[in-house]
């Protein structure tokens, strides 16, 4: 007669094997540490050692190689960072086409050769990104729905990047966009609300808009927009309030208006020296700031959009030189009355 008791007993030892085997399938399937491939790499034993695995539990990182790389086709996870830089001759990343997630960073930089990310369609997430100095018509289409959760950086892109990132809504590491001279907006990123690091825009010749931040309300660092010489206005930070650091709008000699900085309430310092602003309309809601230096604005002769903050913060340092007119704090708070 076959008890209750002697039946779970008869399927917890039939079990057991069972999950034995599975544990020791899926550790077959790990290549413990990290893997370097670089010229003087042993490819030999390289690919013995990565052959059947699907995870990496530490980096991978491929410098300066010249070789074939499709034997990485069956990595589905690297727990570390994956850096793929000075590697001439590589002009898409189907050697890993099977790739779905990437704990650490993805560091694709310095590959002069490279045109596309082909091959990334499949990567879900990654805790961070970086696509720096590669190949100015690079295609980046393949990473349109990646998910990224720490920093992003874009540089040195010849073309406009439509395609959105539909995923990136929050990050908590940096957001920079520099040096790309064929960027005219941001409209790959329209759903971008909150950074937990800063913003950096940089040096981009022919960005003429901010369009594609219009969900940004919040940046807990530092917000710097410098040295974008076609920048004519602030269009798409409509929703930004508070900077949690400095903001910083400088040397964008074509800009002409703060006015999309309308509901801007808080940020720690401020930093405002452009060439063409005649007045600081969309201060207007400013309520808090510990520091405000406004200067080399050489055609700025209306400050009355700072009064409301100058009256809220009798502790504000307020610092301006080499603008057009360069009044007192008493003189704006009188003289805008």
């Known amino acids: 007669m076959i008890t209750i008791k002697n039946t779970a007993r008869f399927l ?22 990290n893997v370097v491939i670089w010229p003087f790499s042993d ?16 980096r991978l990182t491929i410098s300066d190689y010249f070789g074939d790389l499709s034997f990485l086709n069956n990595i589905r996870v690297i727990k570390g960072d994956f ?15 099977r790739l779905e997630v990437v704990e650490g960073i993805v560091r694709l930089e310095f590959n002069h050769d490279l045109v596309s990310l082909k091959g990334l369609e499949n990567l879900d997430s990654a805790g961070s990104f970086s696509v720096y100095d590669n190949h100015r018509d690079l295609d980046v289409s393949a ?18 990047v439509q395609t959105p990132f539909l995923n990136i809504r929050i ?20 759903n ?24 940004l309300t919040r940046v807990d660092g530092f917000f710097r927009i410098v040295y974008n010489g076609d920048l004519r206005g602030l269009d798409g930070l409509s929703s930004l ?46 309520m808090f700031a510990d520091r405000i230096v406004i200067r080399q604005n050489a055609e700025l002769s209306n400050f009355c959009a700072i ?7 009798d502790s504000i340092s307020l610092y301006i030189n080499k603008n057009l007119l360069n009044p007192t704090r008493d003189e704006i708070i009188l003289g805008c009355q």
């Open 12 to 33: 917890l030892f039939t079990l057991i094997p069972l999950f034995s085997c599975q544990k020791e399938e899926t550790l077959n399937k790990i290549f413990d540490g």
């Open 192 to 215: 971008l609300e909150k950074v937990g690091g800063g913003i950096y825009i940089l040096s981009n010749d022919t960005l003429s808009s901010l369009q594609g931040l219009n969900s």
């Open 241 to 286: 309030k508070t900077v949690g650091g400095e903001l910083t709008i400088n040397g964008n000699l074509k800009l002409e208006s703060l006015n999309a900085l309308s509901q801007l309430e808080s940020v720690q310092n401020i930093i405002i020296g452009n060439s063409k602003c005649f007045d600081l309309e969309g201060l207007n809601h400013l």
């Open 43 to 58: 490819m030999k034993s390289i690919r013995k050692a990565l052959d059947g695995k699907e995870i990496i539990s530490g």
């Open 83 to 97: 850096n793929l830089t000075n590697c001439p001759r590589i002009s898409d990343l189907t050697f890993i086409s």
């Open 143 to 160: 990473i349109a729905d990646i998910r990224v959760t720490g920093g992003f950086r874009l540089a040195s892109l010849a073309r406009n």
């Open 171 to 190: 990050l908590s590491g940096d957001f920079t966009i520099q040096e790309n001279p064929g960027l005219t907006d941001l409209s790959c990123l329209p």
């Open 307 to 313: 009064r409301p903050v100058l009256l809220a913060n």
